[in-house]
């Protein structure tokens, strides 16, 4: 597997979150980027390609090379700004606040919509746009590492503009959990009050389905997630992946209307392909206009890559990166009601911790000599940790004391895409 396939998983689009719970997911060296080059999108644009690179912002709009000057000053006659981002790849965060910095030295009127965060935690942003929180009491009020699974450094400078600024930052997610129930049962099946929260997803728009369900049939799937079954996981998988878009969009236009303000969108790249998800729902609400931007890497071995011109209104090329900027540990934990100590989820699958002597189950007793009651807690120590350190776990299995040291090593999928 490239690195470019591992980064792809963190890129794409949230039925990847479900498909890694059963196996580590991987695109054929043909197949992994051919969701890039589809026929679909602006009716003027399809089947025309562009070759991007490395360092260079293409306009697809007319094929050429942009300067990022002239890209900012065409944003000015939009009310939403979209920036996908790989969530483990700290160029692109680089180049979200760079683009950021630029609209805002020109319209003070700012505000920045973020999938990172549910909207039922709303009131601690605010505290924090206001400059009554500091960042230790931002990840921890917020929970940062449990509604989200990447590490804040990839994000910490644009909060801290936010911060400088004063520029509001909106929660636009929802919890998990409903969308997990929306995935498995059907948005029918939610109660009055969960439907406030969640309008119901559009699950019937032909051009949205093709894509996902190109990334979908593109992925490695394993043998027992083939069959029968497929479609009927298929449909589960659109409902959550639409039931993000919807929501998100919804909370969006919601924010921007309420605080008449152009608002930047930050969400994984998958949300943005094509101008057919968040961006599409957003338009159809309130029909103003908008832009979107997206970064891509090129494969190292490759100079350009191919995509189509109706892919989003720019692309911004970068290199590949030899690995992320921080290290994933791939440990999920659990609390069980009456027990203090956290439980390994299950058996790690990425990150540092694949293939090493954790399994489900596992009761953490202490992680350097320190005992964490809450997952946010002990995963925001795990953060700290760069490439090539090392901690100590010390964990109960089976009525027996073990000892696990866990390095901060590269392996061969080392990215975290849950």
Same mark, same amino acid.
């Given at each position: 597997?490239?690195?470019?396939?591992?980064?792809?998983?963190?890129?794409?689009?949230?039925?990847?979150?479900?498909?890694?719970?059963?196996?580590?997911?991987?695109?054929?060296?043909?197949?992994?980027?051919?969701?890039?080059?589809?026929?679909?999108?602006?009716?003027?644009?399809?089947?025309?390609?562009?070759?991007?690179?490395?360092?260079?912002l293409?306009?697809?709009?007319?094929?050429?090379?942009i300067?990022?000057?002239?890209?900012?000053?065409?944003?000015?006659?939009?009310?939403?700004?979209?920036?996908?981002?790989a969530?483990?790849?700290?160029?692109?965060?680089?180049?979200?606040?760079?683009?950021?910095?630029?609209?805002?030295?020109?319209?003070?009127?700012?505000?920045?919509?973020?999938?990172? !965060? /549910?909207?039922? #935690?709303?009131?601690?942003?605010?505290?924090?746009?206001?400059?009554? +929180? &500091? $960042? *230790? @009491?931002?990840?921890?009020?917020?929970?940062?590492?449990?509604?989200?699974?990447?590490?804040?450094?990839?994000?910490?400078?644009?909060?801290?503009?936010?911060?400088?600024?004063?520029?509001?930052?909106?929660?636009?997610? !929802? /919890?998990?959990? #409903?969308?997990?129930?929306?995935?498995?049962?059907?948005?029918?099946? +939610? &109660? $009055? *009050? @969960?439907?406030?929260?969640?309008?119901?997803?559009?699950?019937?728009?032909?051009?949205?389905?093709?894509?996902?369900?190109?990334?979908?049939?593109?992925?490695?799937?394993?043998?027992?997630?083939?069959?029968?079954?497929?479609?009927?996981?298929f449909e589960?998988?659109?409902?959550?992946?639409?039931?993000w878009?919807?929501?998100?969009?919804?909370?969006?236009?919601?924010?921007?209307?309420?605080?008449?303000?152009?608002?930047?969108?930050?969400?994984?790249?998958?949300?943005?392909?094509?101008?057919?998800?968040?961006?599409?729902?957003?338009?159809?609400?309130?029909?103003?206009?908008?832009?979107?931007?997206?970064?891509?890497?090129?494969?190292?071995?490759?100079?350009?890559?191919?995509?189509?011109?109706?892919?989003?209104?720019?692309?911004?090329?970068?290199?590949?990166?030899?690995?992320?900027?921080?290290p994933?540990?791939?440990?999920?934990?659990?609390?069980?009601?009456?027990?203090?100590?956290?439980?390994?989820d299950?058996?790690?699958?990425?990150?540092v911790?694949?293939?090493?002597?954790?399994?489900k189950?596992?009761?953490?007793?202490?992680?350097?000599?320190?005992?964490?009651t809450?997952?946010n807690?002990?995963?925001?120590?795990?953060?700290?940790?760069?490439w090539?350190?090392?901690?100590?776990?010390?964990?109960?299995?089976?009525?027996?004391?073990?000892?696990?040291?866990?390095?901060?090593?590269?392996?061969?999928?080392?990215?975290?895409?849950?």
């Amino acid at each position: 597997m490239t690195r470019n396939t591992r980064k792809s998983k963190s890129f794409c689009l949230a039925f990847c979150l479900f498909i890694i719970l059963f196996a580590a997911t991987s695109m054929a060296e043909e197949e992994k980027d051919r969701y890039l080059r589809l026929k679909i999108g602006k009716s003027d644009l399809k089947g025309k390609v562009l070759s991007i690179a490395p360092d260079r912002l293409h306009d697809l709009s007319n094929g050429q090379n942009i300067e990022f000057s002239g890209m900012i000053e065409n944003m000015m006659s939009s009310r939403f700004i979209y920036i996908g981002e790989a969530h483990n790849s700290l160029p692109m965060h680089d180049i979200q606040l760079k683009i950021i910095q630029a609209l805002y030295k020109k319209d003070k009127r700012l505000a920045i919509g973020l999938e990172m !965060i /549910p909207v039922t #935690l709303q009131h601690i942003l605010n505290k924090w746009s206001l400059g009554l +929180l &500091t $960042e *230790e @009491e931002l990840i921890h009020d917020i929970l940062w590492y449990e509604t989200w699974s990447f590490n804040f450094k990839y994000y910490e400078k644009i909060f801290a503009f936010a911060n400088l600024k004063k520029i509001p930052i909106y929660g636009l997610n !929802i /919890p998990k959990g #409903l969308v997990t129930k929306i995935r498995m049962k059907g948005w029918d099946t +939610l &109660t $009055e *009050e @969960e439907k406030k929260l969640v309008p119901r997803p559009d699950v019937s728009h032909e051009e949205h389905r093709t894509l996902i369900r190109t990334i979908f049939e593109s992925s490695d799937l394993p043998h027992q997630m083939k069959g029968p079954g497929l479609d009927m996981m298929f449909e589960g998988l659109y409902r959550a992946q639409s039931t993000w878009d919807e929501s998100m969009a919804f909370y969006a236009s919601r924010a921007s209307n309420e605080t008449e303000r152009r608002i930047v969108v930050l969400a994984g790249s998958g949300h943005f392909l094509y101008n057919l998800g968040i961006n599409r729902r957003v338009h159809e609400i309130n029909r103003l206009p908008f832009k979107t931007v997206l970064c891509l890497e090129i494969p190292e071995n490759e100079k350009t890559l191919s995509v189509s011109r109706s892919l989003a209104d720019y692309v911004w090329g970068l290199s590949e990166e030899d690995r992320p900027s921080f290290p994933s540990i791939g440990l999920t934990f659990k609390k069980f009601d009456g027990l203090e100590n956290l439980v390994i989820d299950r058996e790690p699958i990425d990150g540092v911790a694949k293939g090493e002597k954790f399994t489900k189950g596992d009761i953490v007793l202490s992680v350097d000599g320190r005992t964490y009651t809450e997952i946010n807690d002990l995963r925001t120590y795990l953060a700290k940790f760069r490439w090539n350190d090392e901690v100590t776990f010390r964990i109960l299995r089976e009525a027996k004391e073990l000892e696990v040291v866990l390095k901060f090593l590269q392996k061969d999928n080392n990215d975290n895409s849950e």
